[in-house]
């Protein structure tokens, strides 16, 4: 039954997840854009402790969902940008292909399904986008642009995996009397549910009309302890967990022209980089419970300027390249962004 506590690995995906351009441009003043953000992601492997791609196929943990995510952003002012992102947001459908014998290290005599998923939500970010440098920032420049994002995550409540477990270990009884499975199982979760804050740091340079370059870091602190229940299964409820932070490098190359006056085209290639420490429970450091991941997120789009209301549509791929305790996971991503505006910027 140890085995059911390492599927918490299941459950960051958000960090593949991410969806928002990472760039260091603020909103035009009283305006606003909001998204809509379908995505499907899977994963057929993991990245073990030492960087190895494990197969998570026949049984072993493989995994399928398809999220919903949304955001508004709205231009306070020409340098300071606020800013609601819900993603990844709602699971709407989740697979996980486990079959008992493998969930509990070949305890159960048989290989037979059970029903899991990962019926759960992503946690809330709450920030602003306040430019120093750019165009129309304190400091002027139209070569750079620094801008810097103060923020909170809010959590959701997350599933309780002490209910969990108990309906998983009722299916295990019901195959060890020879019964089928019958529960529907959440095995893991989509985000870590704990309230934390930080700041987010963005720096473009602009080559010329056509090429830029972005960097762009997230750095998150996680205040409060978690309990064990919302941690992993097989963790009680009496337990502490203390996640520390998670830090995130991002690189990206921007491609831009313009077709006609009306349609404008954007091609971009970041590299990312994400890591968090080792958990601590009750204070003690969990061995090989930290996670790295490195991926390409190529993404084209068009915008359509001239609509009554401006639409821009993205389409971008998560392409995993290397990790450490965490899932390969793949994913692909349709933004929808819609462009409004209330009063005058004037």
Known sequence: ???????????????????????????????????????????????DKDGERQDTTDGKG???????????????????TGAIQWAPGW??????????RQITGGVAPSDKEIEANLKDFGDIFLGAKIQIIGPA???????????????????LPGPDFEDEYAKLSKDIGSVMTG?????????????????????????????????SLNLYNEFLYYPIKAKGNKYAMGVPSSVDVAYGY?????????????????I???????????????????????????MQSLSLKPNVSVFFTQMPLPLQFQLGYTLPLWGVNTPATNTIVLQIRAYFKIGSSS
């Open 246 to 262: 998670d830090l995130t490098f991002e690189f990206e190359p921007h491609f831009d022209t313009v077709f006609g006056n009306a």
């Open 137 to 155: 920032a304190p400091v002027q420049s139209e070569m750079f642009r620094l801008a810097f994002g103060p923020g909170v995550k809010i959590p």
């Open 179 to 211: 019964g089928d499975p019958s529960e529907t199982i959440t095995v893991s979760r989509l985000d870590k549910h704990v309230f934390s804050f930080g700041l987010r740091s963005y720096f473009d340079y602009i080559i010329n009309s056509h090429f």
């Open 264 to 290: 404008l085209f954007h091609a971009g290639l970041p590299v990312t980089y994400k890591t968090s420490p080792d958990v601590k429970v009750n204070g003690t450091t969990r061995d090989d419970s930290g």
């Open 1 to 47: 039954m140890k085995k059911i506590v390492s599927l918490v690995v299941l459950g960051i995906l958000c960090g593949t997840m991410a969806i928002f351009a990472e760039d260091a441009k603020a909103m035009p003043a009283r305006m606003g854009r909001f998204y809509l953000a379908p995505s499907f992601s899977f994963a057929n492997q993991t990245f």
């Open 91 to 100: 699971n709407v459908w989740s697979d996980l292909d486990f079959n008992l």
């Open 62 to 80: 493989a995994v399928k969902m398809f999220n919903l995510g949304f955001a508004l952003e709205y231009g306070i002012i020409s340098w300071i």
